[in-house]
């Protein structure tokens, strides 16, 4: 369902399939709404509809400018770090080559980068080596099922839909769904005891 979603809001066009119900009272209302005329500029007419798709525009336009400017801060400061590559046997015995930091940038631990993953740790808390395997399985779980990369696409179409109250309750949603999938993915391959630590770690 969410990747449906995530088409429709890519790709929003009217299918064959799609079924029209008419409107005889609400939609004629809100299309002389956004017709009505605000005021001209070198006579070119300004109604409540061109003023608002400008207005969503130069938001989508605010939104990605800070998208992209954070990534690209994030990505410099990662790679100013020079950190070592480290290789790791996940629990499904698939080995991946991935960096950790300690870092102020987060509260919480996280993944970053869809091709080369790296984990980013709260500068100011400290993990035993167990929490620090559990921490890191969970992670790089993440971005052995696409999250990372699923997460980018999310939130480069909020710049375009930040508008939409809707698409932020469902992103809260599928965070949620995406961490219980990590978390079964995890208990497929722990045994009770590890499990039990690894939620105490989480």
């Given amino acids: 369902m969410g990747l449906l979603f995530f088409i429709r809001l890519v ?20 299309f002389h709404f956004l017709r009505y005329q605000l005021f001209n500029i070198n006579h070119l ?8 798709v400008v207005i969503v525009l130069l938001g989508a336009g605010h939104k990605l400018f800070h998208f992209i400017r ?3 801060i994030l990505l410099r400061y990662i790679r100013s770090k020079n950190i070592k ?3 790791w046997k996940m629990p499904n015995h698939k080995r991946i080559n991935f960096s950790y930091i300690k870092t102020a940038r987060v509260n919480s631990p996280a993944v ?3 091709k080369n ?7 100011d808390m400290s993990f035993s080596d167990k929490e620090f395997n559990y921490i890191t399985f ?16 999310f939130e480069l179409l909020t710049c375009f839909y930040w508008w939409n109250p809707l698409l932020f309750l469902f992103k809260k949603q599928m965070n949620k769904i995406i961490e219980l999938r990590v978390d079964n993915e995890l208990l497929k391959t722990l045994n009770p005891e590890q499990y039990i630590e690894y939620n105490v770690v989480k």
């Fill in 138 to 153: 969970h992670e790089l779980t993440h971005y052995q099922k696409g999250d990372t990369l699923f997460t980018f696409l």
């Fill in 117 to 123: 993953p790296f984990i980013l740790l709260p500068k």
């Fill in 11 to 30: 790709i929003p066009v009217e299918f064959g399939i799609s079924i029209t119900i008419p409107s005889t009272e609400i939609m004629p209302t809100i």
């Fill in 45 to 52: 007419s300004i109604t409540i509809g061109k003023l608002l």
């Fill in 112 to 114: 970053y980068g869809i």
């Fill in 85 to 87: 590559k480290q290789n």
């Fill in 70 to 72: 954070k990534n690209v």
